[in-house]
Every structure is written in C-alpha cells, then in structure tokens.
T-cell receptor, first 112, second 113 residues
Framework: RKEVEQDPGPFNVPEGATVAFNCTYS??????FFWYRQDCRKEPKLLMS???SGNEDGRFTAQLNRASQYISLLIRDSKLSDSATYLC?????????????FGAGTILRVKS | EAQVTQNPRYLITVTGKKLTVTCSQN?????MSWYRQDPGLGLRQIYY???????DKGDVPEGYKVSRKEKRNFPLILESPSPNQTSLYFC????????????FGSGTRLTVV
C-alpha cells in the first residue's frame, strides 16, 4: 500500500464549479499535512497546510480526518487558473525531522 | 528574494559520464532534500540533510551521492549516470520543523542516453 494515495483524475470541471479531492495516508502517526500545487513541468508550491480543525484560505478549504486517515481539499468557484496538479503531502516520520511524502497528484482541468 | 536555485535547468548526458547538479538556498534553512519525479510515481526522496555534514538516504538513493559542506549548498552527484536516472529532479529546503513545508527549486530535467 502506498503511503499517500490520491485519485489521479483528471477532474474536468467548468468554471465556477466546486470540486473536491481526497487523499488517504497509511501512517496513523503522521503529524503534518499539506496540499501543494504543481503546474506542468514546474516546481511544486505550497498551497496550504492542513490543520486538525480544518482551515480555509479564500476559495480553498482543507480538512483532516485522523480517524479515517484522509485529507480533503475543496475548491469553490473554480477559475481557469486553478488548472494544475494538486499534491497531497504528509510528514509521517517524526524521527526523520521534516521528511515529506508526496502523493502522485490529482490533475484538475477547469474549462470555460 | 528567498529562493532555492538549481543548476542546470536542462541536461542531456551520456551513460557513465559523471555529473553534478547544484542546489543553493539563501534562507538559512537547516533541512535540504533531493527528489526525483517520474510519471505516475510522484516525487520520491533521494537524499536529505538535516544540517551541515549530516546527510542520509531517502527512498531511492542508489546511484546518487550528496554532500553538505556548507549550510546553503547541497549538490547532487551522479557518479556514473544510467538511462533509468532520466527524470525531473527537484531540490527543496525548509527550516526543519515537522510543520514546515518545503521551498522547491525550479527543477532539473536530466536525460541520460
């Protein structure tokens, strides 16, 4: 079983739609969670951290469910510029400091 | 500007010819790491360093070497590149705490023929 699993998509949605991605992780001791965004052939960029209480940043909402070991990302009012690959990221190994494990990514395509 | 700088951006080389990909960060970060990204496999960690002179293997270290003689630099060395090392490589750094995200370099697209 992969440490971090995501639906690869692609998710094809019209502008203005609401779209949600889920991600599951295998190590129940994981402490830190993130969503990164990656545009084609470019470096991943931190979109947002995911906190236990859930957090929101504009049109983006992230949720953590520790009992079920999954993380979600909700994007409201999708824009063309949201088209990218979204990477679910987990820090499962406290003993290795800041080692992050990346999911393979979910592709989002927003169309006009 | 806070950044991680990788060079070169693109490299085509032949099997067996030693090469080095440089990585430098100007944020005084303690933690640095190398990843490779392949289609369908996502980002996989090659090596990481928690501080100067402290390096350790990640998930796919075979065929790679690193060094951390200075805090800002973390070069990736391929002593004898092979075609299966053709990939997109990213260097990343962070402050080192478990809640810190990474800042990535722009990537190096390596082709070994």
């Amino acid at each position: 079983r992969k440490e971090v699993e995501q639906d690869p998509g692609p998710f094809n949605v019209p502008e203005g739609a609401t779209v949600a991605f889920n991600c599951t992780y295998s190590n129940s001791a994981s402490q830190s969670f993130f969503w990164y965004r990656q545009d084609c052939r470019k470096e991943p960029k931190l979109l947002m951290s995911v906190y236990s209480s859930g957090n929101e940043d504009g049109r983006f909402t992230a949720q953590l469910n520790r009992a079920s070991q999954y993380i979600s990302l909700l994007i409201r009012d999708s824009k063309l510029s949201d088209s990218a690959t979204y990477l679910c990221v987990v820090n499962p190994y406290m003993e290795y400091g800041n080692k992050l494990v990346f999911g393979a990514g979910t592709i989002l395509r927003v169309k006009s | 500007e806070a950044q991680v700088t990788q060079n070169p951006r693109y490299l085509i080389t032949v099997t067996g010819k030693k090469l080095t990909v440089t990585c430098s960060q100007n944020m005084n970060h303690e933690y640095m790491s190398w990843y490779r990204q392949d289609p369908g496999l996502g980002l996989r960690q090659i090596y990481y360093s928690m501080n100067v002179e402290v390096t350790d293997k990640g998930d796919v270290p075979e065929g790679y070497k690193v060094s951390r003689k200075e805090k800002r630099n973390f070069p990736l060395i391929l002593e004898s590149p092979s075609p299966n090392q053709t990939s997109l490589y990213f260097c990343a750094s962070s402050r080192g705490g478990s809640v810190d995200g990474y800042t990535f370099g722009s990537g190096t697209r390596l082709t070994v023929v």
